[in-house]
């Protein structure tokens, strides 16, 4: 609708001066060339995003995980400053798009950073898009029918339910993030 609007007032209000045959100039309005159009030449369709809030609010993350959460941060950053005597290990795929296949490595690996709990501090790296294949994968937050439907509030939703649950299963989580949108959906 607000496109339609703005071609409406782009077409009374909007006039060329052109040349005609006698050459003499006069000005011609939109309507009078006819429709040209050259708003979004390539877009099928457009679909509102959901507020992050909206989001956030569905799929809250409860006590336990915000609490595991902080206390992965702590035990990083304790490392990092030279703190806990410890290595931080940040392993798995390098993208997830299938929900499932992820939490079987994430259990698995949980198991494991169980066993090194002494002397690692375990996180999954967690990525739904790559920047190394811009050319096909869009990823699981873009297209996660892998159809080219780019349901992307879809895949924002499918992107923090997995690391909801993984991090219920009380292994941390790292993601990338390759705009400036994504982090508002899930950074927390």
């Not at 609007?5 to 209000?13: E, I, L, P």
């Not at 050259?38 to 989001?55: F, Y």
């Not at 915000?66 to 702590?74: D, K, S």
Request: net charge negative.
């Amino acid at each position: 609708a607000a496109v339609r609007q703005r071609r409406a007032a782009s077409q009374s209000a909007a006039v060329f001066c052109a040349a005609s045959a006698n050459g003499i100039e006069r000005s011609l309005s939109f309507a009078e060339l006819g429709e040209i159009d050259t708003d979004n030449l390539r877009i099928r369709m457009i679909r509102p995003l959901r507020p992050p809030a909206c989001v956030i609010e569905e799929l809250e993350s409860d006590v336990a995980v915000r609490q595991q959460v902080m206390q992965a941060r702590c035990d990083i950053s304790s490392v990092l400053y030279g703190g806990l005597d410890k290595l931080v290990v940040v392993v798995g795929p390098s993208t997830v798009h299938d929900p499932r296949a992820a939490m079987e490595f994430a259990a698995r690996l949980r198991t494991a950073a169980q066993l090194c709990a002494e002397e690692l501090v375990v996180v999954m790296n967690v990525n739904f898009e790559t920047s190394a294949s811009a050319a096909g994968w869009k990823g699981l937050i873009n297209d996660p029918d892998l159809d080219g439907s780019c349901q992307i509030n879809k895949g924002f939703r499918q992107a923090r339910q997995l690391l909801l649950d993984i991090n219920r299963l009380g292994l941390p989580t790292s993601t990338e993030y390759l705009d400036t949108i994504s982090p508002q959906f899930i950074a927390d």
